[in-house]
C-alpha cells in the first residue's frame, strides 16, 4: 500500500497551504498538564510542517501563531506564548537558512513585546535571500483588522485625492493586504476539529479549500500534513465555472 506521501503529485501541489493550529489547550488537558505545554509541544509540530512543506516544495505556508483575539487569554498565558516564539524563532533561524526557507511576518507587528519584533526582524531579514519555502507567521493578525486597515489607506488616498474610486479594483484592493506579494492560499486546514474560519485571511481565502482534521495540534506530524495534501488534490477546483467547462480545458 502507497503511504500518503508517495501518493503526492508533486506537479499539482497548492501553491500556498495556510493552517489554523489549533487544539494545544485541549491536548494539554487530556495530557492532565497546565495549556502552556499544549503550546510548547505545539513547536514540534510546528517543525514537521515546515519541514513537510519544504520537502514536498511548497512555495508558501502561512501560519496562524497568534490572533487579535488572543491578547484577550490570560495574561500568563500570552507571555508564555510569545516567549516560547521568541525562543523558537531565535533557536530555528539556522535551521530555516540551512533549508533555504524565507520568514515573514504579518499582523499587527507593533503590538507585541519589544523582544518578539526584534527577534523577528532579526530572522527575517537573515533567511531573505533564501528561495525555497516562504514561512509567514500570522502574529496578531486578524482578517478585519487587516481589511480595515487597507480601507482607511484607501480612504485617505481618495480624501487626498490621489486615488479616484474607480481605480479600487479587486486586484488594486489585494495589494493593500499584508499578503500583497503572496499568491492566496488554495488550501486551508484546521485542526482539532473545529469548523470555523476564525478571523483567518478572510478575502485570500476566497477559493481555497477547507480541509479539517480531528486531530490536535500538538499531535500533527508530517504524515497528516501529506494526508491534507493528497485530500485537495482529489478535489475539483471549479471557480464557479461547472464541472464540465472544467473537463473541457484541461
Ligand atoms: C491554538 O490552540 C494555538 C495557539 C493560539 C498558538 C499556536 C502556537 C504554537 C503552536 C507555538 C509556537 C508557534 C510557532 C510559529 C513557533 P488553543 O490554545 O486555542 O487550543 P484549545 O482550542 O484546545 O484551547
Known amino acids: 500500500m502507497k503511504t500518503a506521501k508517495e501518493e503526492i503529485n508533486t506537479t ?15 491536548w494539554a488537558k487530556l495530557q492532565g498538564a497546565a495549556r502552556v505545554f499544549g503550546h510548547q509541544s505545539g513547536v514540534k509540530s510546528v517543525k514537521e510542517t515546515v519541514e513537510a512543506a519544504a520537502e514536498l516544495g511548497i ?10 483575539e488572543n491578547w484577550n487569554r490570560p495574561g500568563e498565558e500570552v507571555s508564555a506564548l510569545m516567549e516560547l516564539l521568541v525562543k523558537a524563532i531565535h533557536d530555528e533561524t539556522p535551521t530555516l537558512n540551512k533549508n ?12 507585541l513585546p519589544q523582544k ?17 519555502l516562504t514561512l509567514v507567521l500570522a502574529l496578531s493578525y486578524s482578517a478585519k483588522w487587516e481589511i480595515t486597515e487597507a480601507v ?15 481605480e479600487i479594483t479587486e486586484s488594486f484592493f489585494s495589494k493593500q493586504l499584508t ?12 485542526t482539532s476539529g473545529e469548523h470555523r474560519i476564525s478571523n483567518f485571511l478572510l478575502w485570500q481565502l476566497a477559493y481555497a479549500e477547507f ?7 500538538p499531535d500533527f506530524r508530517k504524515e497528516h500534513f501529506y494526508q ?16 464540465e467547462q472544467i473537463k473541457n480545458t484541461k
Open 152 to 166: 482607511k489607506k484607501i480612504a485617505s488616498e481618495v480624501q487626498k485625492g490621489s486615488l479616484l474610486p474607480e
Open 179 to 190: 499578503t500583497k506579494d503572496i499568491p492566496d492560499p488554495e488550501l486551508m486546514i484546521r
Open 12 to 26: 499539482k501541489l497548492p501553491a500556498h497551504v495556510a493552517i489554523i493550529m489549533d487544539g494545544n489547550g485541549r
Open 228 to 243: 491534507a495534501i493528497v485530500n485537495y488534490q482529489s478535489r475539483e477546483r471549479r471557480f464557479g465555472k461547472t464541472g
Open 211 to 217: 480541509y479539517f482534521t480531528d486531530t490536535l495540534w
Open 116 to 132: 518578539c519584533i526584534i527577534q523577528l526582524q532579526k530572522a527575517v531579514q537573515e533567511t531573505s535571500k533564501n528561495t525555497g
Open 59 to 68: 512555495k508558501y505556508l502561512t501560519l496562524y501563531a497568534f490572533s487579535t
Open 100 to 111: 533555504n526557507i524565507r520568514l515573514l511576518a504579518i499582523g499587527a507587528l507593533e503590538s
